[in-house]
């Protein structure tokens, strides 16, 4: 009885872990809903869960491409900066239009993401070096197109930051189809399976006759515009363009979103609706510290605390 139990220990720990992985941040979101729900006075409100949605929307945009990255075996760092570029875009060319505005951004973003695609599909560098130089480099070229805040006054970005459809803000709208298009090129196309097969292991995705540098340099000019999309929409939301603090830490966000997620940092697996319930979570925690008015600096801990929950939950497991 006792050897039995013993050799069936480590088989339920494993299963444990692997629950925790794959459906511990829906948990997570579920106990923060409920001690809110007793602890936090107006929680259970539509405007609150408006408000926290409308917040969480642009994570969980950037997420969603940050996600797509991480499932190469990459990262990128250059998020907030692409967010902050794609704030000074808007401002310098919001006069001819939002249209030809969004997409001057567009393609800056797309530039943005072409240059970290290339260093890392043709030039050999580690991605974390070649976005950490975007991360710099690409702020600073925000700042030197805008150097300071600057309001904004067009009723077409006053509608897409505040308009809404049967009572739902844009915003959430936009996110929430982004989620579905990305989970369905993730699932059902063959970029997704061939994205998946090269974080899994590139080497074997380049015997297999993969095009593995395309995927690598179109996955990172997705998650550019994608934080574009994002910058845009925060833009939008506050009437404002402040490339000095738009998208500060967003990298650190939307990093945070996806491996509490469950997908895990060494690729081969992406989980799209893991990936939107962590910046749910992240926000959750955030919004409750912040209505019992706790310091940020709490807020810090308790989001390392996650994350250092969720590696754990992650160990040994690794790629598929």
């Not at 991480?70 to 990128?76: A, F, K, L, S, Y």
């Not at 399976?193 to 995927?215: C, H, K, M, T, Y």
């Not at 934080?227 to 998208?247: E, M």
Request: charged share 10%.
């Amino acid at each position: 009885m006792t050897e039995t139990a013993l050799r069936t220990a480590p088989f339920d720990k494993t299963r444990v872990l692997a629950w925790l992985q794959s459906y511990g941040v829906y948990a997570g979101v579920a106990m923060l809903l409920i001690v809110n729900t007793v602890i936090t006075p107006h929680f259970l409100t539509a405007e609150n869960f408006r408000t926290q949605a409308v917040q969480v929307a642009p994570v969980v945009i950037v997420a969603l491409g940050m996600a797509l990255v991480i499932g190469t075996e990459g990262v990128d760092l250059s998020v907030g900066a692409v967010m902050a570029l794609a704030a000074s875009v808007t401002a310098l060319y919001l006069g001819y239009g939002l249209l030809p505005a969004l997409l001057v951004v567009a393609v800056f973003a797309a530039g943005a993401g072409l240059a970290n695609g290339a260093l890392v599909a043709f030039v050999g560098v580690q991605p974390i070096v070649a976005t950490l130089a975007l991360m710099v480099g690409g702020r600073g070229i925000a700042l030197v197109l805008l150097p300071q805040l600057q309001d904004l006054h067009n009723p077409a970005l006053a509608s897409l930051g505040s308009g809404a459809v049967a009572g739902i803000p844009y915003l959430i709208l936009i996110a929430a189809a982004l989620a579905l298009l990305i989970a369905f090129v993730v699932r059902r196309t063959t970029f997704g399976r061939q994205l998946l097969a090269i974080g899994d292991s590139r080497p074997a995705a380049q015997l297999a006759g993969l095009p593995v540098r395309r995927v690598l340099v179109v996955v990172y000019v997705v998650c550019a515009l994608l934080a574009a999309v994002a910058g845009v929409l925060a833009t939008a939301r506050l009437q404002a363009s402040d490339p000095t603090s738009l998208g500060n830490l967003m990298e650190l966000s939307a990093i945070t979103a996806v491996v509490v997620g469950g997908t895990p940092l060494t690729g081969g697996r992406i989980s799209i609706g893991g990936t939107v319930a962590g910046a749910v979570l992240i926000q959750l925690l955030t919004a409750t510290l912040i209505k019992h008015d706790l310091p940020p600096s709490w807020t810090q801990i308790a989001q390392a605390i996650v994350i250092v929950c969720a590696v754990y939950a992650a160990r040994g497991r690794g790629k598929r």
